[in-house]
Nanobody, 124 residues
């Protein structure tokens, strides 16, 4: 299993930007499709974005489409989430996840590796 460590979270004003990073180790990173999920207090974990193994296909939740961009650097074993035009409702803990097997990109249950999360807080 690949081990994942997120970074880049923080406090930002509405309309601002943040870039999250997720560094992978201990596995063959290019064998994993990668995703970002988020969980706000009192809410279920929700899908944010995903990218396939090669980086050629990306998937987004409707709530972030046009504002967030997922990318990956297989040479650096890292996946990124560029978040622009942030809104207070984007406030959550953001989790990086790796998916080794086939299955939906949108469901947390298909991902086998998870990071510890990084907090993003957007003030109004």
């Amino acid at each position: 299993q690949v081990q994942l460590v997120e970074s880049g979270g923080g406090l930002v004003q509405a309309g601002g930007s943040l870039r999250l990073s997720c560094a992978a180790s201990g596995g063959t990173f290019s064998s994993y499709a990668m995703g970002w999920f988020r969980q706000a207090p009192g809410k279920e974990r929700e899908f944010v974005a995903a990218i396939n193994r090669s980086g050629g296909s990306t998937y987004y939740a409707d709530s972030v489409k046009g504002r967030f961009t997922i990318s990956r650097g297989n040479a650096k074993n890292t996946v990124y989430l560029q978040m622009n035009s942030l809104k207070p409702e984007d406030t959550a803990a953001y989790y990086c996840a790796g998916k080794y097997v086939s299955g939906s990109y949108y469901y947390a249950s298909t991902y086998s590796s998870w990071g510890q999360g990084t907090q993003v807080t957007v003030s109004s």
